[in-house]
DNA sequence: ACCATGACTAGAA
DNA sequence: CTTCTAGCCATGG
């Protein structure tokens, strides 16, 4: 049946302002993630969906892509994919940089996955509720 | 304006 | 379990 599936609406509830796009995608995506606590880490979907574009998760890696060039710094090592694999590692100075930090932080990576991820993960909605 | 790219994700085979 | 397909959307040439 041609029933349309209705579109979810997230659109960000407190964050955002009124419709005005004034900072660029990656602007958002570079504050959120310098939210993001140590020794905890999310994935680009959780982010993505914080920002309402849950299914532009590809944005947000991008986003990433100039994390160092922006200022203050942003922990990008902190963000992983939904699985918990760090699979932007390879896109810092060392690729072992960002495990090397996570570890640090006390998040444990094993095989370029974040251990117990599920418990290290936080979500962005909750401390920008 | 069109086409290609990308640190993703969900679903199907 | 692995592998593939398709959707997604902002940026750049």
């Known amino acids: 049946m041609p029933i349309k599936k209705p579109a979810s609406q997230p659109k960000l509830k407190g964050l955002r302002p009124s419709g005005k796009r004034d900072q660029s995608f990656f602007e958002l995506v570079y504050e959120v993630a310098r939210q993001i606590p140590p020794g ?46 760090l699979s932007g590692k390879i896109h810092f100075k060392p690729p072992e940089k960002m495990e090397q930090l996570l570890k640090k932080e006390g998040v444990l990576v094993k ?17 920008l509720i």
Do not use: Q
Request: glycine share 8%.
């Open 40 to 85: 905890r880490v999310t994935s680009y979907g959780a982010i993505a969906a914080c920002l309402g574009t849950k299914l532009s998760a590809r944005m947000v890696g991008w986003a990433m892509n100039g994390s160092d060039k922006v200022k203050p710094t942003v922990p990008a090592h902190r963000v992983v994919n939904r699985v918990g694999l």
């Open 111 to 127: 095989n370029d996955t974040v251990v117990n991820f599920k418990e290290k993960f936080w979500d962005p909605a909750e401390s």
